[in-house]
């Protein structure tokens, strides 16, 4: 797998305290900056809190023209077969609580727009559970709202996130759009202290087909599902209960047919490969985490994040990132943990030091040497708002950029020079 993360469905500015992809439109939407994001409207939350009766016509808007045709024909154009789409859990809309929850609407349709799309070019898609119910880490952008309140860890959001999950899996077996759709990422970035995460161990996935062929529509065969003690525990056929209502309102706004003899709908679903479930590895936590191998049902990929930038990794400087990277175990780590197959969800080229253009193509061919070894990887992000108030951000967190500049190569499974890490090898490993 050979692939870039696609923003611009469910949020598509901020990577928590990672980029700031979109300044100059976020400001002239009505969004705010501040160094402490809880305190203005930097958050999908806050903004809609703000603008309760323009949120959804303003981000109609922004996706509408952040990603288009001409982003597609980009991406063929440089080689990709895979795209991570990343999305928050108020996509699906009847799960939101609005009262009390302020997220805009319309995301799920922008959504099946651009997921048509990429499968008319080909492009594969991991749909990404990025941004949680409750909220799933403190004090980051990305998930949705700004707040140290974290509250996703919890059965009541654990409930509403595997609710999520079902629906979306539903989607990608029901709606020819969803075609390409390859797997489904159960949580993005969980707390890393698994001591702060009670209950995540105990969450679930599950497969929506069992067997079901005599039921006339897709209702009639979750609420059969729904009763399969011997197939599905208690916690999976209460979501697949709750599931019904919810995806039937969402259906409906795609336009979706339910009825399995109609549309050849059946057809449809006896030729779908089953969906790849993914989760962050083992190792992504500390303080004995589960292992969610154990969850495995079918087939199961693993997902890890590394950025350098963030310090903790290497010393900040050319020969410790390049003898790191080189002698990285985390493939081999999770592999003897049974998370296999690895790749790598999110990397880019940011370093916290002044890097030269010399450095940033040995960056690119070190990581991408390093991390083919597992699954493949995936460059966070595709694209960053190139402007005099995003100022040089793009030049490292832009896999379109880096292309342009040369730092990657136009066929991204070759490397500038395929002995970058020969120098740097070492009998000792990184990790």
Same mark, same amino acid.
């Given at each position: 797998?050979?692939?870039?993360?696609?923003?611009?469905?469910? @949020?598509?500015?901020?990577?928590?305290?990672?980029?700031?992809?979109?300044?100059? *439109?976020?400001?002239?939407?009505?969004?705010?900056?501040?160094?402490?994001?809880?305190?203005?409207?930097?958050?999908?939350?806050?903004?809609?809190?703000?603008?309760?009766?323009?949120?959804?016509?303003?981000?109609?808007?922004?996706?509408?023209?952040?990603?288009?045709?001409?982003?597609?024909?980009?991406?063929?154009?440089?080689?990709?077969?895979?795209?991570? =789409?990343?999305?928050?859990?108020?996509?699906? +809309?009847?799960?939101?609580?609005?009262?009390?929850?302020?997220? #805009?609407? $319309?995301?799920?349709? *922008?959504?099946?727009?651009?997921?048509?799309?990429?499968?008319?070019?080909?492009? &594969?898609?991991?749909?990404?559970?990025?941004?949680?119910? $409750?909220?799933?880490?403190?004090?980051?952008?990305?998930? $949705?709202?700004?707040?140290?309140? =974290?509250?996703?860890?919890?059965?009541?959001?654990?409930?509403?996130?595997?609710?999520?999950?079902?629906?979306?899996?539903?989607?990608?077996?029901?709606?020819?759009?969803?075609?390409t759709v390859a797997a489904i990422e159960a949580m993005n970035e969980p707390i890393m202290n698994a001591d702060q995460t009670p209950g995540l161990g105990g969450w679930?996935?599950?497969?929506?087909?069992?067997?079901?062929?005599?039921?006339?529509?897709?209702? &009639?065969?979750?609420?059969?599902?729904?009763?399969?003690?011997?197939?599905?525990?208690?916690?999976?056929?209460?979501?697949? @209960?709750? &599931?019904?209502?919810?995806?039937?309102?969402?259906? +409906?706004?795609?336009?979706?047919?339910?009825?399995?003899?109609?549309?050849?709908?059946?057809?449809?679903?006896?030729?779908?490969?089953?969906?790849?479930?993914?989760?962050?590895?083992?190792?992504?936590?500390?303080?004995?985490?589960?292992?969610?191998?154990?969850?495995?049902?079918?087939?199961?990929?693993?997902?890890?994040?590394?950025?350098?930038?963030? $310090?903790?990794?290497?010393? #900040?400087? +050319?020969?410790?990132?390049?003898?790191?990277?080189?002698?990285?175990?985390?493939?081999?780590?999770?592999?003897?943990?049974?998370?296999?197959?690895?790749?790598?969800?999110?990397?880019?080229?940011?370093?916290?030091?002044?890097?030269?253009? *010399?450095?940033?193509?040995?960056?690119?061919?070190?990581?991408?040497?390093?991390?083919?070894?597992?699954?493949?990887?995936?460059?966070?992000?595709?694209?960053?708002?190139?402007?005099?108030?995003?100022?040089?951000?793009?030049?490292?967190?832009?896999?379109?950029?880096?292309?342009?500049?040369?730092?990657?190569?136009?066929?991204?499974?070759?490397?500038?020079?395929?002995?970058?890490?020969?120098?740097?090898?070492?009998?000792?490993?990184?990790?």
């Open positions: 797998m050979v692939s870039i993360s696609v923003l611009g469905y469910a @949020f598509s500015r901020h990577v928590g305290d990672k980029l700031l992809s979109l300044k100059p *439109e976020w400001i002239n939407m009505g969004g705010q900056q501040c160094s402490d994001c809880s305190q203005c409207i930097a958050t999908e939350f806050a903004f809609a809190e703000a603008y309760p009766k323009t949120v959804d016509e303003k981000f109609k808007g922004h996706w509408e023209t952040w990603f288009t045709q001409d982003d597609v024909n980009q991406l063929v154009n440089a080689g990709i077969n895979t795209v991570r =789409v990343p999305l928050g859990y108020w996509i699906v +809309e009847p799960l939101v609580n609005r009262t009390s929850e302020f997220y #805009p609407r $319309g995301g799920i349709l *922008e959504l099946q727009r651009g997921l048509k799309q990429l499968k008319a070019a080909g492009i &594969a898609a991991v749909l990404d559970h990025h941004a949680l119910p $409750g909220v799933a880490s403190p004090g980051q952008m990305f998930a $949705g709202r700004c707040t140290n309140d =974290v509250e996703f860890y919890t059965p009541y959001n654990y409930h509403r996130a595997l609710i999520w999950t079902a629906v979306m899996t539903a989607l990608s077996h029901l709606d020819p759009n969803f075609g679930v996935t599950f497969s929506p087909s069992a067997g079901l062929a005599s039921a006339s529509n897709v209702t &009639a065969a979750l609420s059969t599902a729904a009763t399969l003690s011997s197939v599905f525990n208690s916690q999976v056929r209460q979501v697949l @209960f709750d &599931a019904i209502p919810v995806l039937a309102q969402v259906a +409906e706004q795609l336009s979706l047919n339910m009825v399995f003899a109609e549309g050849g709908l059946r057809s449809f679903l006896h030729a779908r490969k089953p969906l790849v479930t993914t989760f962050m590895d083992i190792n992504w936590q500390f303080n004995n985490p589960a292992n969610p191998a154990d969850a495995a049902i079918g087939p199961q990929g693993y997902d890890n994040h590394l950025y350098y930038s963030f $310090g903790g990794v290497a010393d #900040p400087n +050319e020969d410790a990132y390049l003898t790191s990277v080189c002698n990285l175990n985390r493939i081999q780590n999770d592999a003897a943990l049974g998370n296999s197959p690895l790749w790598f969800g999110e990397w880019g080229l940011p370093t916290q030091f002044n890097a030269t253009n *010399e450095f940033l193509v040995k960056w690119a061919d070190a990581q991408k040497f390093s991390y083919s070894k597992g699954a493949g990887w995936i460059f966070w992000n595709f694209k960053v708002e190139i402007s005099t108030l995003a100022g040089d951000t793009a030049r490292q967190w832009s896999y379109m950029e880096g292309l342009r500049l040369g730092y990657l190569t136009q066929d991204p499974s070759k490397l500038h020079d395929p002995n970058v890490c020969d120098p740097y090898i070492t009998n000792s490993t990184s990790t």
